[in-house]
């Protein structure tokens, strides 16, 4: 049974960090790419930032790059969103996803299989 479990969310100040955790279980994470993705009160799904399986490339959104950071641990299981300079536009529901990998460049932020409950990341002003 596939799971996907985040953590780190919480309540932080604009201009603060957070780092975000997902723990995976259920199939083989080193054959998955992972991705976070966040979705925001009356507002479309996003992608914010992505990680290949193959060769660690990633897919991150305009609207956080330089700013966010994605990675993986294979031999954890875990995949890492490392929040920096946050502003409240940035408040949303986070979640993890994952898909096969099945070619170099397929972890571009779409078409995820399988997803997480989510995580709650407010930014206050």
């Known amino acids: 049974q596939v799971q996907l479990v985040e953590s780190g969310g919480g309540l932080v100040q604009t201009g603060g960090s957070l780092r975000l955790s997902c723990a995976a279980s259920?199939?083989?994470?080193?054959?998955?790419?992972m991705g976070w993705f966040r979705q925001a009160p009356g507002k479309d799904t996003e992608g914010v930032a992505c990680?290949?399986?193959?060769?660690?490339?990633?897919d991150i959104a305009d609207s956080v790059k330089g700013r966010f950071t994605v990675s993986r641990d294979d031999a954890a299981k875990s995949v890492y969103l490392q929040m920096n300079n946050l502003k409240p536009e940035d408040t949303a529901v986070y979640l993890c996803?994952?898909?096969?990998?099945?070619?170099?460049?397929?972890?571009?932020?779409?078409?995820?299989?399988?997803w997480g409950k989510g995580t709650q990341v407010t930014v206050s002003s």
């Open positions: 259920g199939f083989s994470f080193d054959h998955y790419a």
């Open positions: 990680i290949s399986n193959i060769d660690g490339a990633t």
């Open positions: 996803a994952a898909k096969a990998e099945l070619y170099v460049g397929g972890h571009q932020c779409s078409n995820y299989e399988y």
